[in-house]
């Protein structure tokens, strides 16, 4: 897909032409060195004119696009993007924000993690109160995604708890990195976001279903939305799964499809907040069919999605009890 010999500055020329006077850096996975073939560069551009996040392709190569202040790199509001700029790898930094920016959060970073983590968790049990309510309403479709929700919320709070920045495509091999003398966790998220289910069968049809719920917000009535889901975020999609099921990385491959699955749910709702989920998948006016929803893996049963909501709350308040 792309040459990773390629120093950065040469394929991401258009990109330092189109803003030439702004500071440009690598971050996420490729500033860090755990990328693999087929992922995308996360590329920071610190500019005061605001434009929403996108992605592009580039000859063979993938880019995400995200725009920040020259304030916001030096002083970040959120603690993940701190961690993410302290670990930042500079392509063009003329006025040193970048540089000056990376040793501010650097210092930062242990305090970063933990504010991180903080909101993490608590979100994680804020959502674990929705799948309570979800079964109350006998709603497990809903209950089983508010479940999945909440398993990696609680799964990104045990990394950053750790000092470690997650990776959504690299989550799984993040988690067995810090596994070591607390399995339990890992085996947390496991339960909790339905790993058992991550089989080529069914991260063939996640995919797909995914792939299904990017065309619906492509076709969004919010342009601001709607933008920032280009049909090239589908193709990155579809390079990263093809690459983790080819190296037989079935569970990776799942969990990224699941992440992906949240993410386009939560945006999904926002366009529509007048409504529910489970208005959204069921009723004359549902925009996701059962078909779909067995595709996405919402089909777990009663059972199951209690048993992992056990998981996944006893996990949840063993994190929150460690200072």
């Known amino acids: 897909m792309k040459g990773k010999s390629t120093p950065a500055s040469t394929f991401l020329e258009p990109i330092l032409d189109t803003y030439m006077d702004a500071a440009v850096a690598v971050v996420g996975c490729n500033s860090r060195g755990i990328e693999r073939y087929s992922c995308e560069f996360d590329v920071l551009v610190v500019t005061g004119d605001k434009h929403p996040p996108t992605s592009l392709k580039m000859g063979d190569t993938f880019v995400d696009l995200s725009f920040v202040s020259e304030k916001d790199v030096l002083k970040p509001r959120d603690p993940e993007r701190a961690m993410s700029i302290a670990l930042a790898k500079p392509v ?18 242990a305090d970063s993690a933990k504010k991180a983590g903080g909101t993490r968790l608590a979100s994680a049990l804020k959502i674990l109160g929705r799948v309570e309510i979800a079964l109350a309403k006998k709603e497990l479709v809903g209950a089983d995604f508010w479940l999945l929700a909440a398993s990696y919320e609680f799964g990104y709070a045990w990394l950053l708890s750790n000092e470690c920045l997650p990776s959504p495509s ?18 947390g998220v496991s339960i ?15 995919l797909e279903g995914v792939s299904v719920l990017h065309d619906i917000l492509r076709e969004g009535s919010k342009a601001a939305v709607s933008s920032s889901w280009p049909k090239v975020r589908t193709e990155i999609l579809n390079a990263k799964a093809g690459e983790l099921v080819t190296r037989v990385e079935l569970a990776e491959c799942y969990s990224f499809l699941g992440q992906e699955l949240v993410d386009g749910m939560m945006t999904i709702l926002a366009l529509n907040p007048k409504r529910t989920l489970g208005s959204l998948t069921s009723g004359k006016d549902a925009l996701m069919g059962d078909r779909l929803v067995r595709q996405l893996g919402l089909a777990r049963t009663e059972k199951a999605i209690r048993d992992g909501l056990q998981v996944v709350k006893g996990q949840v308040s063993s994190l929150a009890r460690i200072p």
Do not use: Y
């Open 92 to 109: 063009r930094d003329s006025s040193l924000v970048l540089s000056t920016g990376a040793a501010a959060n650097s210092a930062m970073f």
């Open 170 to 187: 690299h989550l799984l091999a993040q988690m067995r990195e810090n596994s070591r003398g607390a399995p339990s966790r890992f085996e």
């Open 192 to 206: 909790g976001a339905g790993l058992e289910a991550a089989g080529r069968a069914g991260c063939g049809a996640r």
